[in-house]
């Protein structure tokens, strides 16, 4: 087997959410080997669900809905190996 190995990143990012029919903003952290914001959004569960959590806790009954607008830095903060 070949190993595979990719580039693991934190990021600032800004995103936007709606609870309670307004729509907010705020800046977050995220880690991620996705490298667009597209990508964490539809291939990131776990990032997903952290800011799920983050934002909406367990309570909330409404639409819960996320947007990451804006990559504001990125670092390289690892990387990662498997098989």
């Known amino acids: 087997?070949?190993?595979m190995s990719y580039p693991i990143y934190y990021y600032e990012v800004e995103i936007?959410?709606?609870k309670n029919k307004q729509t907010l903003n705020k800046q977050t952290w995220v880690v991620s080997k996705h490298e667009t914001?597209?990508?964490?959004?539809?291939k990131d569960y776990k990032?997903?669900?952290r800011?799920?959590?983050e934002l909406y806790g367990d309570k909330y009954k409404g639409e819960r809905r996320i947007v990451i607008t804006k990559i504001?830095?990125?670092k390289k903060v690892g990387q990662s190996q498997f098989l």
């Open 1 to 3: 087997h070949k190993r």
């Open 16 to 18: 936007a959410y709606r």
């Open 37 to 42: 914001a597209s990508d964490m959004m539809t």
């Open 47 to 49: 990032t997903m669900d």
């Open 51 to 53: 800011l799920n959590e």
């Open 72 to 74: 504001i830095t990125k």
